[in-house]
């Protein structure tokens, strides 16, 4: 949602197009609780609290230094582009997503060769239990022989 209304800011030639945008930030907001609802499912329960304290550092702190960058972005460009700032959150969006996309696909498939190795070691454990199992039977006829 974030990413389209700096999309529609980008493209803004008028000042309505601006309020255009304002749904999209409003509807930013629910994103926040999903995310961290999703954090308390992927995460360890006894880190948690280290997480979300870190999230809480970097959500007062990119506000500074993101500030200063867009301000100076703006001061240069205000002649000539001054809408320019927001193609850089857009681009950083877009940057962030691809990033965001290529470590969950890699997370998905060390997760899935990881559940492999752990149905092949199951696998291989059953067939061990089952070996071990015959031996046993085998002893106690012979021993009963």
């Known amino acids: 949602m974030l990413l389209m209304q ?23 907001s629910l994103s926040t609780v999903g995310i961290q609802a999703y ?11 280290r997480v979300f304290s870190l999230m809480g550092v970097l959500d007062a702190l990119i506000p500074l230094f993101s ?8 001061k240069l460009t205000i002649d000539t582009q001054p809408n320019l700032c927001f193609l ?3 681009l950083g969006l877009i940057g962030g997503m691809t990033l965001n996309g290529l470590v969950a ?3 998905k498939a060390t997760f899935e060769a990881v559940e492999g190795m752990k149905g ?8 061990l239990k089952r070996i071990n199992s015959a031996q046993q039977r085998e002893d106690e006829a012979d021993e009963r022989l």
């Open 6 to 28: 700096n999309f529609l800011r980008l493209l803004s030639t008028a000042v309505w197009t601006f309020y255009a945008g304002l749904p999209f930030y409003l509807l930013n």
């Open 39 to 49: 954090i308390t499912k992927i995460t360890e329960r006894s880190e948690v609290g």
């Open 67 to 74: 500030s200063l960058i867009f301000a100076s972005i703006f």
């Open 88 to 90: 850089a959150v857009v």
């Open 105 to 107: 696909w890699k997370s």
């Open 120 to 127: 092949r070691a199951k696998e291989e454990s059953d067939e």
